[in-house]
Each structure stands twice: as structure tokens, then as C-alpha cells.
Nanobody, 135 residues
Framework: QVQLEESGGGSVQSGGSLRLSCIIPTFSYRTYSGTCTGWVRQVPGKEREGVAAIDSNGHARYAESVAGRFSVSRDNAANTLYLHMNSLKPEDTAIYYC??????????????????????????WGQGTQVTVSS
């Protein structure tokens, strides 16, 4: 069982920055043939939105809504995934989830453009962390 644990959420004013972290303690990037790990956000009552994803080769994808403001990275030695969020806007307010898929090759573009595939694509999820951006 792969357990994901997010941290780093909080409240910030518009234009501010936050960094989210996701520890995957039972998950080694070197164990599986391929992985895709990413960040998904959700506002209550709305569809999930994939905001960023990164594969085993370090290739990253971003949703249009966050491109140029958010950056996804990972520390393989520490089994930690990060989401660096800059120039935050009130519309970035949501619960942010860390998610992972294993034994795959690359992150498809759909994980940052189609909210309807996220639940089936990512097999492992964290509990979520709240990000609130005030104007």
C-alpha cells in the first residue's frame, strides 16, 4: 500500500507564495519501471483539476491555469514531491492532493487537462491540504 502525505498548505494573500510537499514513504522512484506523480486540486462542488505532474524522467506538465506560476519538482532520495506556487491568486484556493501512478511510462497530457480521468489514472492519493488565497 502506497501512503501519500501532503503538507505545506495554509493561507496567503494574493501574489504570495507557498510550497507544498508530499512524502511517499513506502514508494521508491527507483523501484518501479516508471512513475507519474502529480498535484490535483478541488474546490467543493467542482470537478477535480490536475495542476502539475512529473514523470520518472523529470518531464513535467502543467495546467494552463498555473503555467508560469507553479513548478513541480521531486527529491528522489527523500521520496518527496514538491509544488512551488508563486503569484497566487484567489482562484487558486482549493484542497490540493498529491497523487501517484506507478508502472507507467510518462504522464499523459490528460492529467493536467481532463479532470474526469484523474480518479482512474492516479491509483494513490493523499488526504489533501487546504490552500486559501485572499484578495
Amino acid at each position: 500500500q502506497v501512503q501519500l502525505e501532503e503538507s505545506g498548505g495554509g493561507s496567503v494573500q494574493s501574489g504570495g507564495s507557498l510550497r507544498l510537499s508530499c512524502i511517499i514513504p513506502t514508494f521508491s522512484y527507483r523501484t518501479y519501471s516508471g512513475t507519474c506523480t502529480g498535484w490535483v486540486r478541488q474546490v467543493p462542488g467542482k470537478e477535480r483539476e490536475g495542476v502539475a505532474a512529473i514523470d520518472s524522467n523529470g518531464h513535467a506538465r502543467y495546467a494552463e491555469s498555473v503555467a508560469g506560476r507553479f513548478s513541480v519538482s521531486r527529491d528522489n532520495a527523500a521520496n518527496t514531491l514538491y509544488l512551488h506556487m508563486n503569484s497566487l491568486k484567489p482562484e487558486d484556493t482549493a484542497i490540493y492532493y498529491c497523487a501517484a501512478a506507478i508502472e507507467i511510462q510518462g504522464c499523459p497530457e490528460a492529467v493536467v487537462s481532463r479532470g474526469d480521468v484523474l480518479s482512474s489514472w492516479y491509483k494513490y492519493w493523499g488526504q489533501g491540504t487546504q490552500v486559501t488565497v485572499s484578495s
